[in-house]
């Protein structure tokens, strides 16, 4: 019984880090919408007529956050959603992997 409690468990955290990990990008750019305005317009601006929407701006964006610009602003409630951005999908696969490990030695 414990076995299996553990496996939907790592189950589930992964679940888990994976939906924090796709929801935070949204989270950091309110943030920078909000209080930083001059670096949010870097972000957003293409150096046409037309601001950056829709994919161009989820590209841009996950570009930035792969970048040591995050780290650059020094504001603590960005950076920790940074980091927990950064680290949530190494340990959903983690999880992940440990729950198929579980799966496959229970299986010989």
């Given at each position: 019984?414990?076995?299996?409690?553990?496996?939907?468990?790592?189950?589930?955290?992964?679940?888990?880090?994976?939906?924090?990990h796709a929801?935070?990008?949204?989270?950091?750019?309110?943030?920078?919408?909000?209080?930083?305005?001059?670096?949010?317009?870097?972000?957003?601006?293409?150096?046409?007529?037309?601001?950056?929407?829709?994919?161009?701006?989820?590209?841009?964006?996950?570009?930035?956050?792969?970048?040591?610009?995050?780290?650059?602003?020094?504001?603590?409630?960005?950076?920790?959603?940074?980091?927990?951005?950064?680290?949530s999908q190494?340990?959903?696969?983690?999880?992940?992997?440990?729950?198929?490990?579980?799966?496959?030695?229970?299986?010989?």
């Open positions: 019984m414990i076995p299996v409690v553990v496996y939907i468990g790592l189950l589930l955290i992964g679940l888990a880090c994976f939906i924090t929801v935070l990008p949204f989270r950091i750019a309110k943030h920078l919408r909000e209080d930083y305005p001059q670096h949010w317009r870097v972000i957003v601006d293409t150096g046409g007529a037309q601001a950056a929407h829709g994919p161009q701006l989820w590209l841009r964006m996950q570009s930035v956050l792969r970048s040591p610009a995050i780290a650059a602003i020094d504001d603590a409630a960005i950076t920790r959603l940074w980091r927990t951005w950064r680290y190494w340990l959903a696969w983690g999880c992940w992997l440990a729950a198929l490990a579980m799966q496959w030695h229970s299986r010989s």
